[in-house]
């Protein structure tokens, strides 16, 4: 009776041994990463032309959080001091539209993209530009607010303020 206690006994700690090393093992995996990049959001007046390098005044941010599971972005911005009731169109600088902003009577505004697309080449810098479509800058754009340079889909720094 006791050999049989003694076997039991020994098959269930075999039997605990291998569901520890199991779970384990799961909770070791890693998940697919998630990079985010945060930027001021710098206000430079009229348009400049893609490639120009530009200067301004601190006035807002905007948050790119690229999940890489499924490789869709959310883009997270926040507008202050901008032309009060107006829609902004927002766009990947120099590349492709991706939504609008409208502020409020104060010139403060959010805007809250999903974007399922790419943004960039993976691990290519890109920036995001918040413009008043105008005759008054480049690419017909006025008023405009620019942030990054963002870097994500690599496994580099992503963007972050300056």
Do not use: W
């Given at each position: 009776?006791?050999?049989?206690?003694?076997?039991?006994?020994?098959?269930?700690?075999?039997?605990?041994?291998?569901f520890g090393v199991a779970a384990s093992?799961?909770?070791?995996?890693?998940?697919?990463?998630?990079?985010?990049?945060?930027?001021?959001?710098?206000?430079?007046?009229?348009?400049?032309?893609?490639?120009?390098?530009?200067?301004?005044?601190?006035?807002?941010?905007v948050n790119v959080h690229l999940n890489?599971?499924?490789?869709?972005?959310?883009?997270?911005?926040?507008?202050?001091?901008?032309?009060?009731?107006?829609?902004?169109?927002?766009?990947?600088?120099?590349?492709?539209?991706?939504?609008?902003?409208?502020?409020?009577?104060?010139?403060?505004?959010?805007?809250?993209?999903?974007?399922?697309?790419?943004?960039?080449?993976?691990?290519?810098?890109?920036?995001v530009d918040v413009s008043v479509p105008?005759?008054?800058?480049?690419?017909?754009?006025?008023?405009?607010?620019?942030?990054?340079?963002?870097?994500?889909?690599?496994?580099?720094?992503?963007?972050?303020?300056?």
């Open positions: 009776m006791r050999v049989l206690a003694r076997v039991a006994v020994a098959g269930i700690i075999s039997c605990t041994a291998a093992a799961q909770a070791t995996a890693k998940p697919a990463p998630a990079l985010n990049g945060n930027a001021y959001l710098v206000h430079v007046g009229a348009n400049p032309a893609c490639g120009a390098t530009f200067q301004g005044k601190k006035s807002g941010e890489a599971a499924d490789t869709s972005y959310q883009v997270n911005i926040s507008v202050r001091g901008a032309l009060p009731k107006t829609t902004y169109a927002v766009d990947i600088r120099c590349v492709a539209l991706i939504g609008t902003l409208t502020t409020n009577a104060s010139g403060h505004g959010t805007a809250h993209l999903t974007i399922s697309s790419p943004l960039s080449v993976a691990g290519t810098p890109f920036f105008s005759a008054t800058g480049s690419g017909a754009y006025g008023d405009t607010f620019i942030a990054g340079p963002f870097k994500l889909g690599d496994k580099g720094k992503p963007g972050t303020k300056k």
